[in-house]
């Protein structure tokens, strides 16, 4: 009897402390190694939510069939005002916002990607997958 009462207790440990959502995780790391490995011209919306995750804002690019989805980590529930238009490089830099990921579609397809974060050296760096697969970093 004792050992049957251990055995539930220790299920009841064991589950309670384990995260049990039904909802898979939807929200990898966005490092720029994650970016670089995942980041591929062509991809539908369907393919970047599937890797990327479905936390981002979007809003109409420049033209009709252009639509600019854009991924963000902040400090501390840190808010700022969200644009797909305008960086937040104040912010960036200072460190309250970790990076913002900027993915372009044309229709339903990825056309160009725009990884922005501070980098080791503490200035502002840009990774881009420009839309004939060709890649830059650069500092700003």
């Known amino acids: 009897m004792n050992r049957l009462l251990l055995i539930v207790l220790l299920s009841f440990i064991l589950f309670g402390c384990s995260d049990v959502s039904n909802e898979p995780d939807s ?5 720029k190694e994650f970016v670089e490995a995942n980041a591929e011209i062509g991809q539908t919306k369907d393919e970047v939510e599937e890797i990327f995750g479905t936390k981002y804002f979007s809003g109409e690019g420049e033209f009709e069939t252009n639509e600019v989805w854009v991924y963000d980590k902040v400090k501390d529930d840190f808010e700022y005002e969200k644009s797909i238009q305008i960086v937040p490089f104040d912010e960036i830099r200072e460190g309250n916002v970790d990076y913002q990921l900027y993915i372009n579609f044309v229709e339903d397809e990825t056309f160009m990607y725009l ?10 760096w840009q990774y881009q997958v420009n839309p004939d697969g060709t890649t830059q970093d650069r500092k700003m």
């Open 115 to 124: 990884y922005i974060y501070r980098g080791e050296d503490g200035e502002l």
């Open 27 to 31: 929200s990898p790391i966005l490092d």
